[in-house]
Nanobody
Framework: VQLQASGGGLVQAGGSLRLSCAASGRTLSNYVMGWFRQAPGKEREFVTAISWFGGSTYYADSVKGRFTILRDNAKNTLYLQMNSLKPEDTAVYYC??????????????????????WGQGTQVIVSS
């Protein structure tokens, strides 16, 4: 399985970006999927996750109300709509997927090694 993240770029504070994560190799319709990010000099942090059927979502407090996670199982694609971006959102964003971590909270706190699939990351830079 490969997860290909895209959509990152440079945006001014207050702007918006939409990230995509396309999966290939197998269908991920029964996988929990989500986004993590890592800023320079900082540890990886959880951003948001979505259940396999899309009915449940979970967000980090820092992005709640500004970011929206979506998935299209027919297209095997995960999305992250980011609005009202702040300079502190600057990071490399990684999509991830796991079949065993069905609890979104467990997915959020899982170690890197515990998550089955990771994308290669897409850079988001928010200028002030």
């Amino acid at each position: 399985v490969q997860l290909q993240a895209s959509g990152g770029g440079l945006v001014q504070a207050g702007g918006s970006l939409r990230l995509s994560c396309a999966a290939s190799g197998r269908t991920l319709s029964n996988y929990v999927m989500g986004w993590f990010r890592q800023a320079p000099g900082k540890e990886r942090e959880f951003v948001t996750a979505i259940s396999w059927f899309g009915g449940s979502t979970y967000y980090a407090d820092s992005v709640k109300g500004r970011f929206t996670i979506l998935r299209d199982n027919a297209k095997n694609t995960l999305y992250l709509q980011m609005n009202s971006l702040k300079p502190e959102d600057t990071a490399v964003y990684y999509c991830a997927a796991d079949r065993v971590l069905t609890s979104l909270k467990n997915f959020a706190t899982a170690s890197y090694e515990a998550v089955e699939y990771w994308g290669q990351g897409t850079q988001v830079i928010v200028s002030s």
